[in-house]
Nanobody, 123 residues
């Protein structure tokens, strides 16, 4: 699976953004897809993930109620809708794919990574 993330930008606190991740490869529809982020000087951290069928999702506590992951298997796309953005959401956001039925929350759970898209939230 090859991944291409897009949709980042510079926004103000309270604004919304939607990140997109375009996937290529015949295994997309059977892959768990995830979003991670990495702020300067920090470890890459889990944000959200969704099962292959889209029936189950998981979100980090820090984004619950504000961010929503979704996918469209017909278009080979996964999305991260980010609302009520905060300055602490500033990071490079990565999409990732996992060849497993179950959601993973560790970076080591994912074998495929996109190039990242920068999200900057000003106060």
């Amino acid at each position: 699976v090859q991944l291409q993330a897009s949709g980042g930008g510079l926004v103000q606190a309270g604004d919304s953004l939607r990140l997109s991740c375009a996937a290529s490869g015949r295994t997309f529809s059977s892959s768990v897809m995830g979003w991670f982020r990495q702020a300067p000087g920090k470890e890459r951290e889990f944000v959200a993930a969704i099962r292959s069928t889209g029936g189950r999702t998981s979100h980090a506590d820090s984004v619950k109620g504000r961010f929503t992951i979704s996918r469209d298997n017909a278009k080979n796309m996964v999305y991260l809708q980010m609302n009520s953005l905060k300055p602490e959401d500033t990071a490079v956001y990565y999409c990732a794919a996992r060849d497993n039925y179950y959601i993973g929350v560790e970076t080591s759970d994912y074998a495929y990574w996109g190039q990242g898209t920068q999200v900057t939230v000003s106060s």
